[in-house]
């Protein structure tokens, strides 16, 4: 739901532990569950559980499920999402690795593998590097002459980098950024009687693709522009802008807004509102998460 990249810049600035105080993966023991969904019915759940290991490691283990519409041919789409990591942290460093499978049957067969490491030169300024992997299959149809379907199946196997980066400006205003730049092949194959390979078809995924389940579509390249301004110490606001280039050279834009209200005893709640622009048009939506800390 919300980029594991920039909770980790956020969760970093908020302050590593020295020696003396908690232990470096003290922050990492929490629940959390969220739910988005837009206009056009386009539909997202996720919850995940956090536990340190030690004084310095944590393993995390999450589940979840989008729900879509292709907008040309009208099937809907029901992923199911497994996910697995864990991480190591120092006295101003950090590294991760996650692990994420979704699958809808025969429809939607995808696998990810992400890796990041964080580094804070300095109390106010936190910066880092992401790796990521991705191996994945779709099945579907497409228009063809005469009113008939055709049968495809489309593989997509590449992998990206990116960096990201914060910067407390002052005690209360935090901006950030990231940036990833994914390197894809694709293949798409006629699956009925006569076979063969097709050139130039769009994506099957990228009929549906919308800020809520972006994290399915293949982006060639993703920019993501942010800031934080904490009112009191019960409320922070958060304002997000993202813009992704699609594989078939459409694009995606969304820009957002949350609250992350204490709620106290351990709860923080982050109701938010949001626009996006992607290949079915321009559509709002909603979200809202629930975390608890002990």
């Known amino acids: 739901m919300r980029s594991p ?3 980790t810049a956020a969760l970093l600035l908020a302050g590593i ?10 922050d990492k023991r929490a629940v959390s569950a969220a739910v988005q969904r837009d206009a056009q019915h386009n539909q997202s759940t996720a919850a995940a559980l956090s536990l340190p290991v030690g004084q310095r490691a944590w393993v995390q283990l ?4 989008s729900r879509s519409r292709d907008a040309a041919t009208g099937t ?22 996650n692990a994420s499978q979704r699958r809808d049957g025969s429809a939607l067969r995808q696998s990810d593998v992400a890796a990041a490491v964080d580094w804070k030169p300095t109390d106010n300024v936190n910066l880092g ?18 009113g008939a379907a055709t049968p495809v199946e489309q593989r997509v196997k590449g992998h990206g980098v990116g960096a990201h980066g914060a910067v407390a400006v ?12 994914n390197r894809y092949k694709t293949r798409t194959t006629q699956t009925s009687a006569s076979g063969g390979l097709l050139a130039g078809v769009p994506l099957l995924q990228q009929n549906r693709v919308s800020a809520i389940n972006r994290d399915e579509a293949a982006l060639d390249r993703s920019h993501q522009l942010g800031a934080t301004y904490r009112v009191s110490e019960q ?18 834009r969304s820009a957002q807004v949350k ?9 923080t709640l982050t109701p938010g509102i949001g626009r996006s622009r992607g290949p079915q048009g321009g559509v709002n939506y909603g979200l809202l998460g629930a975390s608890y800390a002990w």
Not at 85 to 94: L, S, T
Not at 130 to 146: C, E, F, I, K, Q
Not at 242 to 247: A, G, S, Y
């Open 170 to 181: 002052t005690q209360r205003l935090t901006v950030y950024g990231a940036t990833m730049h």
């Open 129 to 146: 590097l992401d790796v990521t992997h991705r191996n994945a299959r779709a099945r579907g149809t497409l228009p063809a002459s005469g």
């Open 259 to 267: 609250a992350a209200i204490n709620a106290g005893a351990g709860w």
């Open 76 to 97: 809907r789409y029901k992923p199911k999402q497994v996910s697995v990591g864990g991480g190591v942290a120092g006295r101003g460093w950090q590294a991760s690795l």
């Open 17 to 26: 532990a020295q020696a003396e105080e908690a232990a470096p993966n003290a």
């Open 62 to 65: 999450g589940a979840g499920q």
């Open 235 to 252: 409320v922070a606001l958060n304002g997000e802008l993202m813009q992704d280039r699609l594989h078939d050279g459409g694009t995606l």
């Open 5 to 7: 990249i920039l909770c």
